[in-house]
């Protein structure tokens, strides 16, 4: 039996479990039609769980089985205000004394889950609550037992923690760790998409948290948006519910032989395919679906029922990432892709491999070169060690030895680091390159850097001017005040006498930098920033890290450059809009072919609108049912056997007409295909236009030349656009003339 027959007779079999015992076999006879066979292997099904109704929970277990073929077949009471109130006047009298319910946070599948105060220790956890219905069955009883005990048995601060199961007046529950924030479903509803550099971060989280949970021998089996959770106080991702995770090596007799669970936008193909046994390698699956989604705004099969995803998953592979949203850096793409292979062979070994190969990347997702991986800020520390012998060498109270003895130690380490630089730059990577991967600022560092010399995810250029300003005074403050202590001893020591003035130029700048930071600090307060938020927007470094992640800081941080939100493939208006705003982000040594490419996609619009238009003129004269109308009056007249004269001319005109029809649709076939043709430009001309804007800077990449191949690709597809504007839909001059005079 194939995959999609095996989805379609569980699908039936869970519909018809839920039809009234003698209305089973009607429903089945509609369902499968005139396919006997089909009928056959449902009605096995049935007669097997019918057969097995009197074992105790088998009825549950049925309902369990139609739950995990169709997600959302659940009570129709279960989310109603009377049935939440009620369950919640039970929790309140079970745990009243314990915890203090405060609302309900969300309801799920198996249960509710509530905010609760926990009285004795003053702290906010969560209390999921099994559902009634499920708890007056065995089954339910053991899979909620069994996600409490697999919840139990991880602890990583990537993973909600548990704290204590138990079961109180015929109510189930466990008590968690509360996450205060969002989940990732729904950041991805308000954004859409994420940048790059924060998805790069939490697979870096979530992949050593999924680590943790294999090596502990559990599979999750239901990674999705809505079950990873973000901490608003720390930005963190953190994985929750493993309501349906399996742990290896022992049993799984809540689940069937085939049995389909997870969801199916995110689940992988052996999941879909019902596969008795998934391991690890579905959850990267899994993982790599939640992470194109929130690079491309889309799931990797989106716009098709959840049924057809699963087939779709099993036949097919997603399209590339880069294809949706050019922007994505190709090595996380690439790594990203592998996640998505169909075979398990073929993607990652495990977490901890892909761990492994996203620690290669940096926060751009972009691989960092071999020799420059031990060089990063190693120039910063450099230009530190050479500063602080100068400085002590240029005390005027040394001699002209200890100067030079000084000078000597501190050039040491900076000699060495060129030298070293010399040695790698063999293997291929330019030196320019990895100088620049040497003098990056340090992880740590906020303040000032040379624009040139920052790294490509810096946050810099994202900061409110505020807080840029704050940071500049800072720098200028650490810069200058040592040359003015400087300066002061050493005009001091040659004239012997004090200098008023350097004291009052000290104090100045203290004062200066203190009005700042005040004036900036109230600045802050005043738009609701906490203390910590504050004082990291201020002086917080300025590489990505979960601690720009809350709710605040994302308020104030310019969202990072490259979340375009592609066209609609049928709105060629769209398409004007999308590379009008990919101009924009354009600096001055791109914007020569990038105005060129806007003009094209003006002109492209332009073609589509004719295209448009002609093919609506044309298609009410040429539709077949206008052919069938004039086939037919030609088969009357001809079937006369004695036609007059004007019998024959009318024949002639039909002839002519049916020719004419018929040109016409061969016109509509290829302004359809020239239409489409068009609309690849445009999709190619954005696409090149992304690139361009997505592409390191010439001075950064000189040697490398990306700049000059995005350039010559945007060139090409000038050319061919040129081309099909010069040439037009293919046609002849005598089909445009006869469709006008049709028309």
């Not at 870096?204 to 089996?221: K, N, Q």
């Not at 236009?689 to 690709?713: I, K, M, N, Q």
Request: include cysteine; proline fraction near 6%; aromatic fraction near 6%.
């Amino acid at each position: 039996m194939t995959p999609e027959r095996w989805i379609k007779v569980k699908a039936i079999f869970a519909e018809a479990s839920a039809q009234p015992p003698d209305e089973r076999e009607a429903f089945v006879a509609h369902a499968c039609g005139s396919d006997t066979r089909l009928r056959e292997e449902v009605s096995s099904l049935l007669r097997a769980a019918e057969g097995s109704e009197s074992l105790p929970g088998a009825r549950q277990a049925i309902a369990a089985a139609r739950q995990a073929v169709i997600p959302d077949a659940r009570s129709p009471h279960a989310d109603t205000p009377d049935h939440d109130a009620a369950l919640r006047a039970t929790l309140d009298a079970a745990l009243g004394q314990q915890y203090e319910i405060v609302r309900p946070l969300g309801h799920g599948g198996m249960g509710t889950v509530y905010l609760a105060r926990e009285r004795t220790l003053e702290r906010f956890v969560a209390i999921k609550v099994l559902r009634p219905e499920l708890a007056e069955a065995r089954a339910g009883r053991e899979r909620f037992r069994r996600e409490a005990r697999v919840a139990a048995q991880l602890s990583h601060p990537g993973i909600v923690p548990l704290h204590t199961f138990g079961e109180v007046g015929g109510v189930w529950y466990f008590v968690m760790g509360y996450v205060r924030g969002v989940t990732l479903a729904e950041r991805l509803r308000i954004e859409r998409r994420l940048p790059s550099g924060e998805v790069y971060r939490m697979l870096i989280e979530l992949t050593d948290a999924l680590d943790c949970a294999h090596r502990s021998g559990v599979v999750h089996r239901d990674i999705k948006p809505a079950n990873i959770l973000i901490d608003d106080e720390s930005g963190r991702a953190v994985l929750a519910d493993f309501g349906i995770a399996k742990v290896q090596g022992g049993e799984d007799s809540l689940t069937a032989t085939g049995m389909i669970v997870g969801t199916p936008s995110f689940m992988s193909p052996e999941q879909a395919a019902g596969a008795a046994e998934v391991d690890a390698r579905s959850d990267l699956y899994s993982l790599g679906a939640v992470a194109y989604a929130m690079l491309s705004g889309r799931e990797p099969f989106a716009g098709v029922s959840d049924r057809a995803t699963m087939v779709r998953r099993m036949s097919g592979d997603p399209p590339d990432v880069r294809q949706v949203a050019p922007d994505v850096p190709a090595d996380l793409a690439a790594v990203l892709m592998r996640c998505l292979a169909r075979e398990p062979s073929h993607r990652w070994a495990s977490a901890h491999a892909l761990h492994d190969a996203l620690l290669l990347l940096d926060e751009t997702g972009t691989v960092v070169p071999t020799p420059a991986r031990d060089l990063p800020s190693f120039g910063p520390y450099a230009v530190l060690w050479v500063g602080l012998w100068l400085t002590l060498a240029a005390s005027p109270f040394r001699s002209s030895a200890d100067r030079a003895l000084l000078v000597f130690i501190g050039l040491l380490v900076p000699v060495g680091l060129v030298m070293h630089l010399w040695n790698v730059a063999g293997g291929g990577t330019p030196l320019s390159q990895l100088a620049r991967v040497a003098f990056w600022p340090p992880e740590w560092w906020g303040m000032w850097w040379p624009r040139s010399l920052r790294r490509p995810s810096d946050l810099w250029r994202r900061l409110p001017w505020r807080a840029r300003l704050v940071r500049s005074a800072v720098s200028a403050f650490i810069i200058a005040l040592p040359a003015l202590i400087l300066t002061r001893q050493w005009v001091e020591a040659v004239t012997g006498a004090g200098v008023g003035w350097f004291g009052a130029t000290e104090a100045a700048l203290v004062a200066g930098v203190v009005a700042v930071v005040g004036m900036v600090t109230l600045w802050a307060r005043h738009r609701g920033l906490a203390w910590t938020d504050t004082t990291r927007l201020m002086f917080g470094a300025t590489a990505p890290s979960a601690g720009w992640n809350t709710p605040a800081l994302r308020r104030l941080v310019a969202p990072a450059h490259g979340g375009v939100r592609p066209p609609e493939r049928d709105r060629p208006d769209d398409y004007s809009r999308a590379i009008a705003d990919a101009v924009m982000h354009l600096d001055e040594a791109t914007r020569g072919p990038a105005q060129r490419a806007a003009e094209s996609a003006r002109q492209l619009v332009a073609e589509l609108a004719r295209c448009d238009e002609e093919m609506g003129a044309l298609s009410m004269g040429s539709s077949i049912a206008e052919s069938d109308r004039i086939a037919a009056q030609l088969a009357a007249l001809e079937g006369a056997r004695h036609g007059s004269d004007e019998t024959r001319a009318l024949v002639d005109l039909l002839r002519a007409q049916q020719e004419i029809v018929q040109r016409m649709r061969v016109r509509c076939e290829m302004l359809s295909a020239h239409r489409g043709r068009v609309l690849r430009l445009l999709h190619g001309l954005w696409t090149q236009l992304v690139a361009l804007g997505t592409a390191p800077r010439p001075a950064e990449v000189d040697e490398v030349g990306r700049l000059e191949v995005v350039r010559e690709e945007i060139e090409a597809e000038l050319a061919e656009i040129r081309m099909v504007l010069t040439g037009g839909a293919a046609g002849t001059a005598d089909d445009r003339r006869s469709a006008a005079r049709t028309r």
